[in-house]
């Protein structure tokens, strides 16, 4: 623990010594996390260098760079990674605008407040899996409640995942609904942050609220809404659930996104090296993201002081 | 200091209405689950689709007990042992996180080490990995060191995902904190463990409770690892859920909406009674002066 | 679970302590896990195994089943065995895994346990042949192949699974609305033909027909059916169109064969052929009939999520009038809480393709599962695995089975007089199971299996044609294949 610094005498001395503090209190963190993730991931960062196929019996040979070669030459990757770039766009900026929103209904204190806070809460906590699956009960056609409301609007059924634009609108919608909450957590967070003088003082200068908004609100939101961007891009990258169960990558191949792709590689074709190259080449891309992310934050958080 | 968590304005009833009406949309498709878990298959896919209909408990009851197939008794399903599981699993993997992510955040936010920013990244690295690709590996040393099938492997497993989260929020709930606070409690002859625990811990409490809400409701719901990693005897909720998802019929929507349901209650529970410190924490930590 | 180990541990060292004391018998404790998909054919498995089972060896067998969610079921198995986890004696497999698994090493080839056991080969001989075909050979020998070698088990093919629940699609009918007299009249006079009410009519049903009564039967909201007005649009038939697993593969292909076309036989390896067969003439006028007809199905089938479930419940909710299904979606169809249409179905068999001396060509892509053994267990547990496979399909185990939603793959039991009251469906499954064929087993089977699914639905969802779909899937397996050595 933090300190035992009173205990005197060989290693156990050594070992607190004040100076390995740090290295000692962030030991345990990063040996559950070495011995729990990053040694699998080594492991199948090696197995990304040779051709190996978890189905086979054969001995697998060491191939170097060709699993990366043939995967960023292969234009079915490229095409689903344009997939995920639309969805992952389009879900995030969804959130974003909806957690927003929502933010600025919630800044507001309010009688049962944290009552009705619940009712916008309550979709992060349900499964992907369940979440997809009514999802796409709703979208149906004959039984869904989407298309039986739309049904007043439209001469024939209403047909959602019919086409390439409805079925990537359905899987948005889901996600978006799902996490929009999440965004507006962080959201509220830097919405209530605003020191009030400073509004006050706007009042006093009669400025507009669009200007408000931009001198006052946006820059105490501004860190928090990068925050939310980068956490929820990391994690719709990875969606998988809500795609496979609710257009299972169809109509063709128009939903599949790169973590459907990956899942039929690694799993149903047991191109075991070969998905383990196009996961590290994904993870190069979220990587570079990031760091974009962080840039632009830390820019920002050195213009703002 | 702690900075007191407060609302831009105040409100009276009808706001509580108009904001009603919108919270109330979108917990629409929420409510609908919740109907659906109370009606009969005939009813859950009745065109018009059905807002008022016999309710029925059936599904309930089909969560905890099946009918055998040659002798038509009742069975006991192993469902209440799946929501122990989970329960379980969940709390001590995102309590374990919580525990060691707090450890090191401190020590990333007060001692900083040589290339403190590398190890904070690939920490967040961590999880940024599509699941799917570490899973033969994993799936590999679970069963090499005989974790596979037990609590503590898929509890390991998940405390291991939490960790990322955990440092990066704790850490910034800590860089908010005055120092200087912290040095005059030294001065006054304060030992490093009465720094942490009596003045550095209880500011940021909130903050640790959000951090615990936001982990818990990252992990409940995991599915992939817990399908591949857990027996018959350590099963989570979502991976027995999965078994209405098809066989003889499709999707057995009453049952899983039931299942839906009642998994809903814990987590709904402990976020409502750690509502405020979600707020107060997410506010408190993240927030760059 | 853990109860039941205990209990039957002790009972092993009673057993065992009472062989010392003077019983030559050689027993002990035998644990067989069984990898399953949690539905009633397996759990009427383990639950009658429970009550029925004792072993001619004088072992306490204990069958201890892993029953996993269908949907995550290949997943659970396929990294259990590419782990090496070694968790599983046996496994409920489906017949196209076997090519992988095979080649993995993990599933057990049975020819010689066989051949050395008449008891096994006496059941090898009753089951019938186009099972043993799909179910258990690997590399793949059609039946023709294993008709023409003469021998149960034949020279030179290796064996390996047997029928857990064999299974085929059969035409599930209301028959309220097919048989009712003004529908009936009606429908003869618009087509100058009758419309198929018992079975016998729908053993004269062609896919023309099957089409007429799509038309005939599209009938919006508000308009009568059957003496009744109708409270939402209504559908004559279904069948697969999905995009998932293999949800429109397994209805195209019976069209593809029927009218004498092919998919890449593997049988006749390495000299078939991908391109030019898979997209000749013939298939992809017999694709383009399949797709032809889905304008008669519910608005679902535009978007490619018509799976084997979907028409199911469509059919269950009373939204259509006709669908083609397996026989193991059968049971929920006469189940009051489930099923709208539970006292008014019957079952017939699937239409086929009318040939020129004007029979009925039913080939259709056979389904259900076999259960395996696996590779790495001693001999006694081996001995034991496959007195469970005889005990299974026994004749009385193999009835009470299908008395309780399962099938059977033996011929005695399908000949059993009292065999096609047992299960509606029952004279139509035995009909079907005649002329059904598989797709391919080899390692490669997902890979084929999703590119020409990805395809499928793009065709079924308008994005394409037929001859454009069959094109892009015969090059993808012609390149396949010749990678990986099956063309040369």
Same mark, same amino acid.
């Given at each position: 623990m933090a300190n035992t610094a009173n205990s005197r005498g060989g290693f156990g001395a050594w070992l607190l010594d004040p100076k390995r503090r740090g290295a000692l209190l962030v030991t345990p963190a990063l040996v559950i996390l070495f011995v729990m993730n990053i040694f699998p991931l080594m492991?199948?960062?090696?197995?990304?260098?040779?051709?190996?196929?978890?189905?086979?019996?054969?001995?697998?040979?060491?191939?170097? *760079?060709?699993?990366?070669?043939?995967?960023?030459?292969?234009?079915?990757?490229?095409?689903?990674?344009?997939?995920?770039?639309?969805?992952?766009?389009?879900?995030?900026?969804?959130?974003?605008?909806?957690?927003?929103?929502?933010?600025?209904?919630?800044?507001?204190?309010?009688?049962?407040?944290?009552?009705?806070?619940?009712?916008? *809460?309550?979709?992060?906590?349900?499964?992907?899996?369940?979440?997809?699956?009514?999802?796409?009960?709703?979208? $149906?056609?004959?039984?869904?409640?989407?298309?039986?409301?739309?049904?007043?609007? !439209?001469?024939?059924?209403?047909?959602?995942?019919?086409?390439?634009?409805?079925?990537?609108?359905?899987?948005?919608?889901?996600?978006?609904?799902?996490?929009?909450?999440?965004?507006?957590?962080?959201?509220?967070?830097?919405?209530?942050?605003?020191?009030?003088?400073?509004?006050?003082?706007?009042?006093?200068?009669?400025?507009?609220?669009?200007?408000?908004?931009?001198?006052?609100?946006?820059?105490?939101?501004?860190s928090?809404?990068l925050l939310?961007?980068l956490f929820?891009?990391i994690?719709?990258?990875?969606?998988?659930?809500?795609?496979?169960?609710? !257009? $299972?990558?169809?109509?063709?191949?128009?939903? $599949?996104?790169?973590?459907?792709?990956?899942?039929?590689?690694?799993?149903?074709?047991?191109?075991?090296?070969?998905?383990?190259?196009?996961?590290?080449?994904?993870l190069?891309?979220?990587i570079?993201?990031t760091n974009?992310y962080l840039y632009?934050v830390n820019r920002?958080a050195e213009?703002?002081s | 200091m702690a900075r007191?968590?407060?609302?831009?304005?105040?409100?009276?009833?009808?706001?509580?209405?108009?904001?009603?009406?919108?919270?109330?949309?979108?917990?629409?498709?929420?409510?609908?689950?919740?109907?659906?878990?109370?009606?009969?298959?005939?009813?859950?896919?009745?065109?018009?689709?059905?807002?008022?209909?016999?309710?029925?408990?059936?599904?309930?009851?089909?969560?905890?007990?099946?009918?055998?197939?040659?002798?038509?008794?009742?069975?006991?399903?192993?469902?209440?042992?799946?929501?122990?599981?989970?329960?379980?699993?969940?709390?001590t993997s995102v309590g374990l996180a919580l525990i060691v992510g707090t450890l090191a955040a401190y020590a990333f936010s007060r001692y900083p080490l040589k290339g403190n920013d590398t190890y904070l990244f690939i920490i967040l690295t961590t999880r940024m990995m599509?699941?799917?690709?570490?899973?033969?590996?994993?799936?590999?040393?679970?069963?090499?060191?005989?974790?596979?099938?037990?609590?503590?492997?898929?509890i390991l497993l998940y405390t291991a995902f939490n960790i990322p989260f955990s440092v990066w929020l704790v850490k910034s709930f800590f860089d908010e904190l005055n120092p200087e606070i912290e040095d005059a409690a030294r001065m006054d002859g304060a030992t490093e463990r009465r720094v942490f625990f009596n003045f550095c811990i209880p500011q940021i409490l909130a903050g640790l409770s959000a951090t615990f809400?936001f982990g818990?409701?990252l992990?409940?719901?995991?599915?992939?690892?817990?399908?591949?990693?857990?027996?018959?005897?350590?099963?989570?909720?979502?991976?027995?859920?999965?078994?209405?998802?098809?066989?003889?019929?499709?999707?057995?929507?009453?049952?899983?909406?039931?299942?839906?349901?009642?998994?809903?209650?814990?987590?709904?529970?402990?976020?409502?009674?750690?509502?405020?410190?979600?707020?107060?924490g997410v506010t408190f930590g993240t927030v760059k002066k | 679970?853990?109860?039941?180990?205990?209990?039957?541990?002790?009972?092993?060292?009673?057993?065992?302590?009472?062989?010392?004391?003077?019983? #030559?018998?050689?027993?002990?404790?035998?644990?067989?896990?069984?990898?399953?998909?949690?539905?009633? #054919?397996?759990?009427?498995?383990?639950?009658?195994?429970?009550?029925?089972?004792?072993?001619?060896?004088?072992?306490?067998?204990?069958?201890?089943?892993?029953?996993?969610?269908?949907?995550?079921?290949?997943?659970?198995?396929?990294?259990?065995?590419?782990?090496?986890?070694?968790?599983?004696?046996?496994?409920?497999?489906?017949?196209?895994?076997?090519?992988?698994?095979?080649?993995?090493?993990?599933?057990?080839?049975?020819?010689?346990?066989?051949?050395?056991?008449?008891?096994?080969?006496?059941? %090898?001989?009753?089951?019938?042949?186009?099972?043993?075909?799909?179910?258990?050979?690997?590399?793949?020998?059609? =039946?023709?192949?294993?008709?023409?070698?003469?021998?149960?088990?034949?020279?030179?093919?290796?064996?390996? +699974?047997?029928?857990?629940? #064999?299974?085929?699609?059969?035409?599930?009918?209301?028959?309220?609305?097919?048989?009712?007299?003004?529908?009936?009249?009606?429908?003869?006079?618009?087509?100058?033909?009758?419309?198929?009410?018992?079975?016998?009519?729908?053993?004269?049903?062609?896919?023309?027909?099957?089409?007429?009564?799509?038309?005939?039967?599209? =009938?919006?909201?508000?308009?009568?059916?059957?003496?009744?007005? %109708?409270?939402?649009?209504?559908?004559?038939?279904?069948?697969?169109? +999905?995009?998932?697993?293999?949800?429109?593969?397994?209805?195209?292909?019976?069209?593809?064969?029927?009218?004498?076309?092919?998919?890449?036989?593997?049988?006749?390896?390495?000299?078939?052929?991908?391109?030019?067969?898979?997209?000749?003439?013939?298939?992809?006028?017999?694709?383009?009939?399949?797709?032809?007809?889905?304008?008669?199905?519910?608005?679902?089938?535009?978007?490619?999520?018509?799976?084997?479930?979907?028409?199911?419940?469509?059919?269950?909710?009373?939204?259509?009038?006709?669908?083609?299904?397996?026989?193991?979606?059968?049971?929920?169809?006469?189940? #009051?809480?489930?099923?709208?249409?539970?006292?008014?179905?019957?079952?017939?068999?699937?239409?086929?393709?009318?040939?020129?001396?004007?029979?009925?060509?039913?080939?259709?892509?056979?389904?259900?599962?076999?259960?395996?053994?696996?590779?790495?267990?001693?001999?006694?547990?081996?001995?034991?695995?496959?007195?469970?496979?005889?005990?299974?399909?026994?004749?009385?185990?193999?009835?009470?089975?299908?008395?309780?939603?399962?099938?059977?793959?033996?011929?005695?039991?399908?000949?059993?007089?009292?065999?096609?009251?047992?299960?509606?469906?029952?004279?139509?499954?035995?009909?079907?199971?005649?002329?059904?064929?598989?797709?391919?087993?080899?390692?490669?089977?997902?890979?084929?299996?999703?590119?020409?699914?990805?395809?499928?639905?793009?065709?079924?969802?308008?994005?394409?044609?037929?001859?454009?779909?069959?094109?892009?899937?015969?090059?993808?397996?012609?390149?396949?294949?010749?990678?990986?050595?099956?063309?040369?």
């Amino acid at each position: 623990m933090a300190n035992t610094a009173n205990s005197r005498g060989g290693f156990g001395a050594w070992l607190l010594d004040p100076k390995r503090r740090g290295a000692l209190l962030v030991t345990p963190a990063l040996v559950i996390l070495f011995v729990m993730n990053i040694f699998p991931l080594m492991w199948s960062f090696g197995l990304s260098f040779f051709n190996y196929k978890a189905s086979s019996l054969k001995v697998p040979k060491f191939r170097g *760079l060709s699993n990366y070669e043939r995967v960023l030459t292969d234009d079915k990757v490229w095409e689903r990674f344009q997939t995920t770039a639309i969805i992952v766009g389009s879900s995030v900026i969804v959130q974003l605008i909806i957690g927003f929103l929502l933010a600025l209904m919630f800044a507001k204190a309010f009688p049962m407040r944290r009552i009705v806070l619940m009712l916008v *809460l309550t979709p992060m906590m349900l499964s992907f899996v369940s979440v997809g699956v009514f999802f796409k009960l709703f979208y $149906e056609p004959t039984f869904g409640i989407v298309s039986y409301v739309l049904n007043f609007f !439209t001469e024939d059924h209403f047909v959602m995942l019919g086409s390439p634009a409805g079925a990537i609108a359905g899987i948005v919608i889901a996600d978006a609904w799902m996490w929009s909450p999440f965004v507006m957590l962080l959201v509220l967070a830097g919405l209530v942050s605003v020191p009030k003088y400073l509004y006050e003082a706007a009042e006093i200068d009669r400025a507009s609220a669009w200007r408000r908004f931009w001198t006052i609100t946006f820059p105490y939101i501004r860190s928090l809404l990068l925050l939310a961007v980068l956490f929820r891009t990391i994690e719709t990258f990875k969606l998988f659930d809500i795609v496979y169960i609710i !257009t $299972e990558g169809g109509p063709g191949s128009s939903t $599949e996104t790169i973590a459907v792709f990956l899942y039929r590689n690694a799993f149903q074709f047991f191109k075991t090296s070969q998905s383990s190259a196009l996961a590290y080449i994904v993870l190069f891309i979220v990587i570079v993201l990031t760091n974009l992310y962080l840039y632009a934050v830390n820019r920002r958080a050195e213009e703002v002081s | 200091m702690a900075r007191k968590y407060r609302e831009i304005g105040k409100a009276g009833w009808g706001y509580t209405a108009i904001t009603s009406v919108v919270g109330f949309i979108y917990f629409f498709p929420v409510f609908w689950i919740i109907l659906t878990a109370f009606k009969t298959r005939t009813d859950a896919l009745a065109v018009p689709p059905k807002l008022f209909f016999t309710p029925t408990l059936e599904n309930f009851q089909s969560v905890f007990f099946r009918a055998s197939i040659t002798t038509g008794t009742s069975q006991a399903t192993d469902m209440g042992l799946y929501f122990f599981n989970s329960i379980f699993i969940a709390f001590t993997s995102v309590g374990l996180a919580l525990i060691v992510g707090t450890l090191a955040a401190y020590a990333f936010s007060r001692y900083p080490l040589k290339g403190n920013d590398t190890y904070l990244f690939i920490i967040l690295t961590t999880r940024m990995m599509p699941p799917i690709v570490v899973i033969i590996p994993i799936f590999l040393m679970f069963r090499l060191s005989g974790l596979a099938g037990s609590y503590w492997g898929i509890i390991l497993l998940y405390t291991a995902f939490n960790i990322p989260f955990s440092v990066w929020l704790v850490k910034s709930f800590f860089d908010e904190l005055n120092p200087e606070i912290e040095d005059a409690a030294r001065m006054d002859g304060a030992t490093e463990r009465r720094v942490f625990f009596n003045f550095c811990i209880p500011q940021i409490l909130a903050g640790l409770s959000a951090t615990f809400v936001f982990g818990l409701i990252l992990t409940w719901n995991e599915f992939l690892f817990a399908l591949l990693l857990t027996g018959v005897e350590t099963r989570t909720v979502p991976v027995a859920m999965a078994r209405t998802l098809g066989g003889e019929v499709g999707v057995d929507y009453g049952l899983l909406a039931a299942i839906v349901t009642l998994f809903l209650i814990p987590i709904f529970f402990v976020t409502f009674l750690l509502q405020n410190q979600l707020l107060r924490g997410v506010t408190f930590g993240t927030v760059k002066k | 679970m853990n109860k039941r180990s205990v209990i039957s541990g002790l009972m092993g060292a009673t057993v065992l302590t009472a062989g010392l004391g003077g019983a #030559p018998a050689f027993s002990a404790d035998i644990t067989i896990t069984m990898a399953a998909p949690d539905w009633p #054919p397996t759990r009427f498995m383990k639950e009658h195994f429970d009550q029925t089972y004792t072993s001619p060896a004088g072992h306490t067998t204990t069958l201890d089943m892993d029953f996993i969610p269908w949907p995550s079921f290949y997943e659970r198995v396929a990294a259990s065995l590419t782990s090496g986890e070694q968790k599983y004696q046996m496994i409920v497999t489906d017949s196209q895994w076997l090519g992988a698994f095979v080649e993995g090493g993990y599933y057990m080839d049975l020819t010689d346990k066989i051949a050395a056991d008449p008891e096994l080969t006496t059941i %090898l001989q009753d089951l019938h042949p186009a099972l043993v075909s799909a179910y258990s050979t690997y590399p793949h020998k059609t =039946r023709a192949q294993l008709e023409a070698a003469g021998e149960v088990p034949a020279p030179g093919v290796s064996y390996y +699974g047997f029928p857990q629940f #064999p299974d085929t699609y059969v035409t599930f009918y209301r028959q309220d609305v097919f048989c009712d007299e003004g529908e009936m009249a009606a429908f003869q006079a618009k087509y100058g033909s009758n419309l198929p009410c018992s079975y016998e009519d729908w053993q004269d049903t062609d896919w023309s027909k099957w089409g007429q009564i799509g038309e005939f039967f599209q =009938r919006a909201k508000g308009e009568m059916l059957a003496g009744e007005v %109708l409270d939402d649009d209504f559908y004559g038939i279904a069948y697969q169109a +999905g995009k998932g697993y293999d949800f429109s593969t397994m209805q195209a292909n019976a069209f593809i064969w029927q009218q004498g076309g092919d998919i890449w036989d593997e049988s006749k390896m390495p000299d078939s052929q991908a391109e030019g067969v898979v997209n000749s003439d013939v298939a992809v006028a017999a694709f383009d009939e399949y797709l032809s007809y889905l304008q008669y199905m519910p608005p679902v089938s535009q978007t490619g999520q018509m799976d084997i479930f979907v028409i199911q419940d469509l059919y269950m909710q009373g939204k259509v009038g006709a669908i083609i299904d397996w026989v193991g979606l059968g049971e929920p169809v006469l189940d #009051p809480s489930a099923s709208k249409v539970h006292d008014k179905s019957a079952f017939g068999p699937a239409p086929g393709s009318r040939k020129a001396d004007g029979s009925i060509d039913r080939t259709g892509n056979i389904g259900g599962q076999p259960f395996v053994l696996t590779t790495w267990n001693s001999e006694d547990v081996v001995d034991e695995a496959l007195n469970v496979v005889k005990w299974w399909l026994s004749p009385d185990t193999q009835l009470a089975a299908v008395a309780n939603g399962g099938q059977s793959g033996r011929m005695s039991v399908m000949a059993d007089p009292t065999y096609n009251d047992l299960r509606p469906w029952n004279r139509a499954h035995v009909e079907m199971i005649d002329w059904q064929k598989d797709v391919w087993h080899i390692p490669e089977f997902f890979e084929l299996l999703t590119q020409q699914q990805e395809e499928f639905d793009k065709a079924i969802t308008g994005q394409i044609g037929a001859k454009e779909a069959l094109d892009t899937v015969a090059e993808f397996q012609q390149e396949l294949l010749e990678d990986g050595g099956y063309i040369e």
